[in-house]
């Protein structure tokens, strides 16, 4: 358990760390649910380069790892209907709100920001409440 | 060029960072969330070390004017907390708490995680497509 709250600090700073080199980098804020809707918008501009590239190494990365035995697959909790379905509520639900755990949760509470903060309160009930109903309904 | 080889850094060392930290393990975000059953720790210990590196790049970025390859820096806009940030947060949660995913670990997944991984994330950015045409119809 304390392993897995160690590697989650290690892990953590990193995600931090990316965020922070995003930022003083190229100027640009580190939002998943933002660089992956952007990567939608199919015009040949240097900003959807950007996200590609990003996507790109965001993908490769943890897969070389887990394929050198550097780190672990986990298995998915739910079957293929609630999978698309919670699916279709996080793409939904990130572009109405404009953000997600790394845009809002990370970058955003970093700046004490209103908006983050509410916003992160709000998905931890949300998601708090959904496992509960999960577990009532049998789902996962 | 230097542009995209910070974006690759980043990118890189984001995807590296949410497999370490367990965040691309449905069973433990489950976990963190699951306040009233077996609860989890381990996600507030990601969400506090994330938030560290990026609360010192915050107070750097706002003395200065320029990011390293010469962009303006954003100056984000202090917005309204408004009934689209509390309805898409509401939505987001739920599906989160379902499936255990969220957008980057979702993505980062796609490499390694298998059929009901990709399954998740086609339907998340169907839900992004969706939300696109729903809004630009408003």
């Keep these: 358990m304390e392993s897995d709250w160690i590697a989650g600090l290690i892990g953590g700073l990193m995600i931090g760390g990316a965020a922070a080199i995003y930022l003083l980098g190229n100027a640009r804020i580190m939002g998943a649910s933002g660089i992956i809707s952007g990567l939608l ?8 380069a950007e996200r590609a590239i990003f996507a790109a190494a965001l993908i490769a990365t943890p897969a070389i790892l887990v394929r050198s035995g550097m780190g672990d697959a986990s298995p998915a909790i ?12 996080v793409g939904f639900g990130t572009r109405l709100g404009n953000g997600c755990t790394s845009g809002h949760g990370v970058c955003g509470i970093s700046r004490m920001s209103r908006r983050g903060i509410v916003a992160t309160l ?6 708090g409440i959904a496992v509960i109903v999960a577990r009532m309904l049998g789902w996962s | 060029m230097l542009r995209l080889m910070i974006a690759a850094l980043a990118g890189g060392l984001f995807g590296a960072g949410l ?3 367990g965040m691309t ?3 433990k975000v489950r976990g963190f969330l699951d306040v009233f059953g077996t609860w989890d720790p381990t996600l507030a210990f990601v969400m506090g070390g994330a ?3 990026m609360a010192i790049a915050w107070r750097v970025a706002a003395r200065r004017k320029r990011a ?4 303006d820096l954003p100056n984000p806009p202090q917005g309204p907390v408004d009934g689209r940030l509390i309805a898409g947060s509401a939505m987001f949660g739920a599906g989160w708490g379902l499936a255990g995913l969220c957008p980057g670990p979702a993505m980062a997944s796609l490499g390694f995680g298998g059929p009901a991984f990709v ?6 950015v169907t839900g992004m497509a969706v939300f696109k045409a729903w809004d630009g119809r408003r």
């Design chain 2, 25 to 27: 393990d449905p069973a």
């Design chain 1, 122 to 127: 709000t998905y931890l009930l949300t998601g």
């Design chain 2, 68 to 71: 390293v390859t010469g962009h």
């Design chain 2, 119 to 124: 399954t998740f994330f086609v339907a998340m």
């Design chain 1, 41 to 48: 918008d199919v015009a040949a501009t240097p900003a959807w």
């Design chain 2, 19 to 21: 497999l370490i930290s």
């Design chain 2, 51 to 53: 938030i560290l590196p």
């Design chain 1, 78 to 89: 739910a079957g293929t209907g609630v999978m698309i379905l919670a699916g279709l509520l």
